[in-house]
């Protein structure tokens, strides 16, 4: 079996962490390798938010400018390089969707793609992914559903309780407690 | 809100993640991170906890002109991030290197207008070319169009939306003065008095403002032209 070697394989850890560093003190050079190795990720993530492509790409130009401004901010200690560039990503799709006036048609989150996501154990996910999948799994079916739609998709407080039929409070301690039963699934 | 309370932190940790924050909320959260390593620290784990359902969204490839609106963005922006207190753009490296650029440009500019201008009298001398970040020309100033005045003719101006305007300002040695607003159709010109502009190798800059000009008598917008006064206007 070959063993990629971390510092070399095309988006590790350790290099998107290097790049956000030298980016941090300026350098240009790294900050497009950067945007090279995450853009295609990222775009996917914010066109998986904003189902528009114009929407997603002016999503995607935002988080860059904000991850070129920001960079002195990333460590290491505060978690991986690629969290950190998702959480700017989808934070920056969420309020453009929230600013977005045609939006009901495009709100409507597919169904299939949540039950895809929160099937345990398929195949060819990796095994951080099977983790999450397992404790999504140990979750009642409607607050799963509740955590899938505003991680993939975005939904409001208020708009997962029209599309859920339950009252914002349901949501919100829904929310509150598979947030903490998911904490302790993972790190059990 | 008291955010000392750990349980009441880890739940916001994970909220915020999670995208239901309410967005001022969110940025005012954002704030608290920034000054705060542990809460950070919990900000990060709830990310890597939640990343792996990014795992199962398909890779796309965006167009290539998002990079170019990035790179353009990030040149104006230059060495000031935004994060922390940033030191405003007269006093940044990269705006004094990009008109170095500028300057190079303007040569090229003056060799055309020349040109364009040479065997016809009176013939006006270009006075400053205001050119971007990739070195093109936005606005000539030029000698005229009466004695003692310097007009900005728009060359290209970017397409910006219309509520901005594009304030030029004279820098000479102290804060940026500002000398008015640049017409935003090519073909159109203003005129201002040669004696407000910086002398020559004094700095011009043309910032993106609000409709009607910075608020504040200081850019507040980034700066999308430069150039330097070449000749003192007669």
Known sequence: MKIADPDTAPASALRLQKLIGAAARRDRAAFTALYTLTSAKLFGVALRILRQRQSAEEALQESFVAIWQRAGDYEPARGSAMGWLVTIVRHCAIDQLRRSTARPESRTAPEEALTALAAAGSADSGAELRALQHCLDELDEQPRRAVLLAYCYGLTREELAARLE????????????????????LEG | MRYDDPELRERLAAEYVLGTMP???????????AADPVLARMVGDWADRLAPLD????AEAPRARVWRAIEARIAVAGAAPAATVPDPWFRSLAFWRG???AASLAAAVLVLYVALFAGRAPSPTVVAVLAGHGGEPGWVGLTG?????VSFSAVAPPPEPKPHAFELWGIAGGPPRSLGLLPQQSGEAVALRAARLPPPGGVLAVSLEPA???????????VLYQGKVLVRAP
């Open chain 2, 23 to 33: 967005s001022r909320a969110r940025r005012r959260f954002d704030r608290l991170i």
């Open chain 2, 212 to 222: 009607g000009g910075s608020p504040t008598g200081l850019p507040t917008g980034p």
């Open chain 2, 99 to 101: 008109l170095a650029i």
């Open chain 1, 166 to 185: 339950v009252p914002v409070g349901t949501v919100k301690s829904w929310l509150r407690r598979s947030l903490e039963r998911l904490q302790k699934c």
């Open chain 2, 145 to 149: 169009p009466r004695p003692g005045e």
């Open chain 2, 55 to 58: 795992d199962a969204t398909p």
